[in-house]
């Protein structure tokens, strides 16, 4: 039965030295690579290129520890090319230009390079620009891998040259298919009762690469019979979970966060609420995000909404961590179970557009003040009707300016709060239709 750290090469011969597990059980077909079929199958955009003999520069973005280097590595050998990896956290514009050399000299020799840039959102935008013209001549293939949002971080002229290729973090049934080939490797099976086996699947996070190290570890204790998940826990650290307070995760959790809010979920709010502060998040940053989503989605539906959340934020302020964590969780709770409108929101929008479009419209002169003769001379403030004198308070005159036709801005849904305001709304009407104002629905 072999040591976890004999020293086994891939075809049984013996290495020169103690090689990882990770590194031993790097696949060697691409077949053998787990849980990206969505792209390697036969239907996938890796696998229909490969079947047709024409592979395009890529850009994988995906999560650590899903493939990507091995992919690569993998794609050169199916087509044949010279592999060549850089990473952009060590290299800069004199390595590229070796790179790019050397490339050209195996051109004129007759073969092509695959060249791998590990972390290519790292270089800049001068350096993504260098790529350009030896993708374009056929000098190399391009195959970037990130971990961050292409669009965000890569110029639009190197994405427009590649194909972007998603791939998933690994699943439960991924991770024990990597954990059985990994035992298979090591001749025996890991020292673990079933719920301590799932708690390891959970503490590598899709990531295939941190479980093979946590395995590794495991696999060199000398102990008796199985562990238990108490005992296991205690044993090994657990993986931080991914979240990047400035990258795609930051802004994939917000929006998991905001968007249960505004579908009325509490405990997928809590959650989300959860991760990012576990996560590292600024209870600030989530005090501001919370009361938008007040302003935004929760609106005049329930005008308390607004101020419980500036009082979370305010208690925060005051109690800090942990303590004022909790006042963020119940601003979140109310948010989430309060009536929803988004009616003053898109109010503000449209006439916001408005203003744009009319642009130095002035004002009817019956609303202007008349401070001075000359001003009243002009006309100013003629015939302004004072609603506090009119019939029941309002006048029914027209505020808008003369050249514009009347907005209908404000529609006030049915639910909470909004659903009297929607009344008002209606009376007026009616009252501005019966005095010879032009009513909101002309």
Request: hydrophobic fraction near 40%; glycine fraction near 10%; proline fraction near 5%.
């Amino acid at each position: 039965m072999p040591d976890l750290f004999d020293n086994f090469s891939g075809d049984g011969a013996v290495g020169a030295g103690p090689r990882p597990l990770a590194d031993r059980l790097r696949p060697k077909k691409l077949d053998e690579v787990i849980g990206q079929e969505q792209i390697l199958g036969p239907e996938g955009p890796l696998g229909v290129m490969l079947a047709s003999g024409s592979l395009s520069s890529l850009i994988l973005w995906g999560p650590p520890g899903v493939g990507k280097t091995t992919i690569a590595r993998l794609l050169a050998d199916e087509t044949d090319l010279h592999f060549e990896q850089i990473s952009a956290i060590f290299s800069g514009v004199p390595e590229l230009r070796k790179v790019f050399e050397a490339a050209k000299l195996r051109r004129r020799q007759g073969r092509g390079t695959l060249l791998f840039v590990d972390e290519i959102h790292r270089f800049n935008k001068a350096q993504q620009d260098g790529f350009l013209p030896h993708m374009e001549d056929g000098t190399i293939l391009l195959v970037g891998a990130t971990t961050e949002n292409p669009s965000f971080e890569l110029n639009a002229a190197l994405l427009s040259r590649s194909q972007v290729l998603v791939l998933n973090r690994l699943g439960l049934a991924d991770l024990e298919r990597l954990a059985q080939r990994a035992e298979k490797e090591i001749g025996r099976a890991l020292p673990l009762d079933g719920p301590a086996r799932e708690a390891l699947l959970s503490m590598a996070d899709g990531d295939g690469r941190a479980l093979l190290n946590l395995i590794e570890q495991i696999a060199a204790w000398k102990v008796e019979g199985k562990l238990a998940t108490a005992a296991l826990t205690q044993r090994l650290m657990r993986r931080a979970a991914k979240y990047d307070k400035s990258g795609e995760e930051h802004y994939n959790l917000i929006s998991a966060l905001h968007k249960s809010v505004r579908g009325s979920d509490p405990d997928a709010a809590l959650y989300w609420l959860a991760r990012m502060l576990e996560g590292g998040e600024d209870p600030r940053f989530l005090a501001r995000r919370i009361t938008r989503m007040a302003v935004e989605d929760i609106g005049l539906a329930d005008p308390q909404a607004q101020g419980i959340c500036l009082q979370a934020w305010e208690t925060y302020e005051r109690l800090g961590s942990p303590e004022g964590e909790l006042a963020l969780a119940q601003a979140v709770v109310y948010l989430a179970l309060a009536p929803k409108s988004n009616a003053a929101y898109a109010a503000f929008g449209a006439a916001w557009a408005a203003a744009k479009k009319t642009g130095s419209e002035p004002p009817p002169k019956h609303i202007l003040n008349a401070p001075t003769r000359m001003m009243k001379d002009q006309g100013y403030g003629a015939g302004y009707a004072y609603d506090h004198d009119a019939e029941d308070g309002f006048s029914g005159q027209n505020y808008f300016p003369e050249t514009m036709r009347r907005g209908i801005f404000y529609q006030p849904v049915d639910r909470g709060f909004e659903r009297e305001l929607k009344k008002r709304v209606d009376y007026f009407a009616g009252l501005r239709a019966k005095r010879g104002g032009k009513d909101r629905s002309d």
